[in-house]
């Protein structure tokens, strides 16, 4: 029953190690989705500004020529590089905006995940094992052998039943039981001891 009760808990073990690295990589993803979302508002930002460099550039152009013979046509030319720098310079504010909330939500992101590892992990509760059966009720059983039994870890009667042939023979020989667990049917009388001491607690539970 302890190798059982040590299984368990290697299994909790793992299933919270599990739970652990999956949590990370799900920080891990949401960081980089924000890397990525911060990298594309960057460059369309750079895109934007040279866009309006550009604009700049035609509007002085346009500022020249108006000096020039066709001045309604130049004019013409030069309200419309008014108005699409301002819509440039609209973009640009709006994508700086973002980049700015991209940036605090990365951050915030980090914080989140610096103070989630900072918490100590839940010990893990195992419920404390059944107390242990009287194994003098069994035939042929004395105080000597039983302290031999428990000594294996065998203290229940459950336990007892449990036994296979050959790991009961091999108790047997290890133990130095002298074929008392076979010759008195050690496992039929467990069965019914257990039924019998487990049933009344249940009971008088």
Do not use: C, Y
């Not at 460099?53 to 346009?62: D, H, M, P």
């Not at 709006?94 to 951050?107: C, V, Y």
């Not at 039983?146 to 091999?170: C, H, M, N, P, Y």
């Not at 130095?176 to 008195?184: I, W």
Request: glycine share 6%.
């Amino acid at each position: 029953m302890s190798g059982f009760l040590w299984l368990i808990t290697e299994m909790l073990l793992l299933l919270t190690a599990a739970a652990a690295v999956f949590f990370s990589l799900g920080w891990r993803w949401r960081g980089r989705r924000a890397l990525l979302q911060l990298s594309s508002l960057e460059q369309r930002l750079d895109e934007e500004t040279e866009a309006a460099r550009q604009a700049r550039i035609e509007l002085g152009t346009a500022r020249n020529l108006a000096a020039q013979p066709d001045t309604a046509r130049l004019q013409t030319e030069l309200n419309e590089a008014h108005a699409r720098q301002r819509l440039l310079e609209r973009e640009l504010l709006r994508l700086s905006d973002a980049k700015i909330a991209a940036e605090r939500k990365l951050q915030a992101g980090d914080s989140s995940r610096q103070s989630d590892a900072s918490k100590p992990t839940p010990a893990l509760a195992i419920d404390s094992p059944p107390a242990d059966d009287d194994l003098t009720r069994l035939s042929g059983a004395g105080r000597v052998m039983v302290k031999r039994l428990r000594q294996a870890g065998i203290t229940r009667f459950d336990q007892v039943a449990a036994l296979s042939d050959a790991e009961l023979a091999t108790l047997d020989a290890a133990l130095k039981l002298g074929g008392r667990p076979l010759r008195h049917n050690w496992r039929g009388q467990a069965r019914a001891l257990h039924a019998e001491t487990r049933g009344s607690t249940r009971q008088s539970e």
